[in-house]
């Protein structure tokens, strides 16, 4: 079961680079430095995506985003670098994870086994909005 064991070290290699690369490119388009909080999440995050752990990489990284929103704001705040459609798409999955509906499943058993690369390509765009949000370029919603 793919998503109990280790993933081999070229799967985890090939994850963690993409996940650094584009780090580093947010980071050097950003105008402002993370938080002392924020970059512990970020090292969580990136374990979490390293090792295919995708629910949980949209969990945290929608906890990232949110605690990048402006202070006093209320839960439905836009968050400075991340675009609404995927902002409230990112809301969506991680309440509908969070919050179980017994008749609905977020997600199941079936899909660690047949649709992983839908939630790979999920976690990736949940990595994307975290640093989005951590490092908002100037002029970007």
Known sequence: MEQLERPDETLWDERRLWFEER?????????????????????????????????????LAAAIV???APA??????????VERKTLRWLRGLRNRLVHEDPGNPAITIEDHWLNRDTWARWARRAVAAALDALYPAPGRI
């Open 23 to 59: 780090e580093a490119t947010c980071g050097r388009a950003g105008a402002q430095a993370p938080s002392e909080q924020a970059c512990a999440l970020m090292i969580d995050l990136q374990a979490a995506f390293c090792a295919g752990a995708w629910s949980a990489v949209i969990v």
């Open 72 to 81: 006093g704001a209320d839960r439905h705040a836009d968050v400075p670098g």
């Open 66 to 68: 949110d605690a990048q």
